[in-house]
């Protein structure tokens, strides 16, 4: 009943930057977490930020001082601006969320948008 789109994904250099977004619609009563997490050939998914209901943020050591994440509630989007991208930042990017609805609470993910990053 929730459904969650990303764009903003391509290519891009290393040192360039790049803004994912991620627009949630359906059955919401509030999102308690909303975030991003990446899998890349071969290698387990991994949680790359995160944003809670409170506001409070979660990194990954490896993006921090370089991502950022951000919403917008109003639209039942999140953002994640990507700077300073290096060649390991390639990977498929999946769009999360744990969100209550009228009767229960779910996770959710995107279909995800592929990163390419190149040296």
């Known amino acids: 009943q929730v459904q969650l789109v990303e764009s903003g994904g391509g290519l891009v250099q290393a040192g360039g930057s790049l803004r994912l977004s991620c627009a949630a619609s359906?059955?919401?009563?509030?999102?308690?977490?909303m975030g991003w997490y990446r899998q890349a050939p071969g290698k387990q998914r991994e949680l790359v930020a995160i944003?809670?209901?409170?506001?409070?943020?979660n990194y990954a050591d490896s993006v921090k001082g370089r991502f950022t994440i951000s919403r917008d509630n109003a639209k039942n989007t999140v953002y994640l601006q990507m700077n300073s991208l290096k060649p390991e930042d390639t990977a498929v990017y999946y769009c999360?969320?744990?969100?209550?609805?009228?009767?229960?609470?779910?996770?959710?993910w995107g279909q995800g948008t592929q990163v390419t990053v190149s040296s």
């Open positions: 944003i809670f209901s409170g506001g409070s943020t």
């Open positions: 999360y969320c744990n969100v209550q609805e009228r009767l229960r609470v779910s996770d959710y």
């Open positions: 359906g059955s919401i009563f509030r999102f308690n977490a």
